[in-house]
């Protein structure tokens, strides 16, 4: 698995964002690909940061399930 872009690449995506330049160019400018570009952005609206997520932590939220041991539910 690749690791974390720096920062000053992310910071600099979303301010190319900002400016109002298209994901695909900034994707050509900054060659991190087209998908690097989109997931900063997103993750940039989505909570306003460019920082990577700390290792090991999920991109969504964990939804628990009651879980029932007994057989009688499973006939």
């Known amino acids: 698995m690749p690791g974390t872009h720096s920062l000053d690449l992310r910071k600099r995506i979303i301010a ?3 400016q109002g330049e298209g ?8 060659i991190p690909g087209y998908a690097t ?4 952005i997103g993750r940039f609206d989505a ?3 460019v920082s990577a997520r700390p ?5 969504g939220t964990l939804i ?4 029932s041991s007994s057989t009688d539910e499973m006939n």
């Not at 994901?23 to 900054?30: E, L, Q």
């Not at 570009?37 to 900063?40: K, S």
């Open 16 to 18: 190319a964002w900002q």
């Open 23 to 30: 994901k695909s160019a900034i994707a050509r400018r900054f």
């Open 37 to 40: 570009a989109r997931r900063d």
């Open 47 to 49: 909570c306003g940061s």
């Open 55 to 59: 290792y090991g932590e999920s991109p």
């Open 64 to 67: 628990s399930v009651p879980f």
